[in-house]
């Protein structure tokens, strides 16, 4: 579950205005992840869609203008998160052939925008409830699941055994289908790298 709620939305949105470093980190640490995956659905490479974000972030750090609510918040972190991905792809496009592909997807993202942010803040909270899992259980189904590995490969990174992999994955589900809505478990089980 999300940790927005140990914090009163408009304490947090008071701190983040006067440039308090620990609500700026807690806006980092929830919203991180689900920008790189957003990002980097733009620009095709993780790598840049980091430093995209860390600049979102930078902007968020120098904005002086308050935010009204939490909702705005997030549209900000999108959208400056969007805007500065699709800038990245306008400046890396060199040939005819790029830029048409670039302005044929554009047109795709633009449509499918909305679907896309309810879909990220989908994985954000199942990324968010499988930190919260036991450790040694959380880091195999994310290894698993999310990173695709297979349990023969996880347990040799691990040194563990595989019938331990097989165990630790099958509770990590088993917890993971307690605490998740079951459109959200569907909804992990199906878009996750698992083979």
């Known amino acids: 579950m999300s940790q927005l709620s140990s914090y009163n939305e408009q304490q947090l949105l008071r701190g983040l205005t006067s440039g308090d470093t620990l609500y700026y980190s807690f806006i980092f640490k929830e919203y991180y992840s689900a920008l790189c995956l957003y ?11 980091e430093d995209i974000v860390q600049d979102v972030f930078e902007k968020l750090w120098q904005k002086q203008s308050p935010f009204e609510n939490l909702r705005h918040l997030k549209d900000f972190l999108y959208k400056a998160t969007r805007n500065a991905a699709l800038n990245f792809m306008k400046g890396v496009q060199h040939s005819q052939e790029r830029q048409a592909r670039f302005l044929n997807e554009q047109e795709v993202l633009t449509a499918a925008e909305d679907l896309e942010i309810i879909r990220m803040e989908v994985f ?23 990173e695709g590995l297979k349990n023969e490969q996880i347990a040799e990174i691990l040194n563990i055994s595989l019938q331990t992999v097989k165990n630790q994955k099958t509770r ?17 089980s199906l878009f996750s790298h698992h083979q």
């Not at 990002?39 to 869609?49: D, N």
């Not at 199942?126 to 994310?142: A, F, H, M, S, T």
């Open 39 to 49: 990002a980097s659905r733009i620009v095709g490479e993780p790598g840049h869609a």
């Open 124 to 146: 954000r909270g199942i990324y968010l409830e499988i930190d919260n899992l036991p450790e040694q259980c959380g880091k195999i189904v994310r290894m698993s699941y999310i």
């Open 172 to 188: 990590g589900m088993k917890l993971l289908r307690m605490r998740l809505s079951p459109v959200v478990f569907a909804l992990f």
